[in-house]
């Protein structure tokens, strides 16, 4: 069954530092597309990145960079130079399907606190 | 902005009740999605739309369903409501077509509908 795997609930990071949140999947497809969204406490979900299945180099969105291995099923999240703002939920998602029928998966998140 | 509109924004009702969500996707944006987020959860997916039929079924319990209409406007309807339905509603939409013009068909989100069941 398709699934996404984040094992963080939570997680702190000096301001000014560089973290990763960590994100596994499962799927049998072999095209699929990986996403990060970041949720901050107002509520809205802020699409941050996309990793597609058959990308060979590692998408980099400003200070956002995800690290696919895709031997391992693994699409972590790099956020470079942290800062207080960065503080919110943040979700992995998977898109499998195609020709307009697409179905999304989300992890539980990983909530994280960037400190002063 | 992401364009997404979804109203009203906050609802409160009682148990037993019925509501109607309402969602405008992005213009030109084809597929609606509905996802429900409870208290400190992920987003469940619900149901997907493509340029007004049904196309994924998610999580969805019988006493909801969705639409999408002509303009492409969706509508998911919640009845019956219990305490445990009090959640935030997120609507999302996406290019959605084989051959969109975004390689990502990302999903954009709406603000959400906080729906509390008293």
């Known amino acids: 069954a398709q699934k996404i795997t984040q094992t963080q609930p939570g997680m702190f990071v000096q301001e000014k530092e560089a973290v990763t949140l960590d994100c596994t999947y499962d799927?049998?497809?072999?095209?699929?597309?990986l996403f990060w969204y970041k949720q901050p406490s107002s509520g809205e979900m802020i699409f941050l990145i996309y990793q597609g299945s058959y990308d060979e180099q590692n998408a980099t969105e400003g200070r956002y960079s995800l690290n696919f291995q895709k031997a391992r099923k693994s699409a972590n999240l790099v956020i470079s130079a942290s800062q207080l703002g960065d503080s919110a939920m943040y979700f992995c998602a998977m898109r499998e399907g195609s020709s307009g029928t697409y179905k999304y998966i989300f992890g539980t998140g990983t909530r994280l606190k960037v400190l002063a | 902005d992401s364009g997404v509109t979804q109203t009203p924004k906050h609802l409160i009702t009682a148990t037993g009740q019925r509501v109607t969500l309402r969602c405008s996707p992005r213009?030109?944006?084809?597929?609606v999605y509905w996802y429900q987020q409870s208290l400190d959860q992920g987003l469940q997916f619900l149901i997907q739309?493509?340029?007004?039929?049904?196309?994924a079924k998610g999580n969805i319990l019988e006493r909801f369903s969705a639409q999408q209409f002509p303009d492409l406007h969706s509508e998911l309807n919640l009845s019956s409501l219990e305490l445990g339905d009090s959640a935030l509603y997120f609507c999302?939409?996406?290019?959605?077509?084989?051959?969109?013009?975004?390689?990502?068909?990302?999903?954009?989100f709406g603000p959400g509908t906080r729906l509390t069941v008293l």
């Open positions: 999302a939409s996406s290019v959605g077509g084989a051959s969109g013009r975004g390689s990502y068909n990302e999903q954009f």
């Open positions: 799927t049998s497809d072999q095209s699929y597309g």
């Open positions: 213009s030109g944006d084809l597929s």
């Open positions: 739309y493509y340029n007004g039929e049904e196309r």
